[in-house]
Structures are given as C-alpha cells and as structure tokens.
C-alpha cells in the first residue's frame, strides 16, 4: 500500500473545485473584552428569566 494517508490538496479533488481560485483563509481577530461581553450577555440572560419566573 504506497498511497499517503493525507493528499496534497484535500479540498481540490473535485474538478468544480479545481477551477475555483484559491484564497487563503484569514485568521479570526479575537477582541479582549469577548469575555466581559459575554459574562454580561450571560447575566443579563439569567436575570431576566429568574425575573420573570418570581413575577
């Protein structure tokens, strides 16, 4: 068995796919307050259904 487990190009085997231009992907930028943004969404979430559920 001489075949390689990886190709060399995993996402050009279809023809189609072949003729399209390959563009790199870019690289998420992640945001420093993500966390406070979402300890915040979070907590609003909670209160209101836990306010709700006491009225």
Known sequence: MKRRL?????AARHPFRQTL????AVA?????DH???LF???FAA???CFYT???
Do not use: Y
Request: hydrophobic share 50%.
């Open 46 to 48: 909670f209160f209101t």
């Open 6 to 10: 990886v190709l060399t190009n995993e």
């Open 35 to 37: 966390d406070w943004k």
């Open 53 to 55: 559920f006491l009225i």
């Open 28 to 32: 998420a930028v992640r945001s420093e």
């Open 40 to 42: 915040l969404l979070s």
């Open 21 to 24: 231009p390959r563009v790199p």
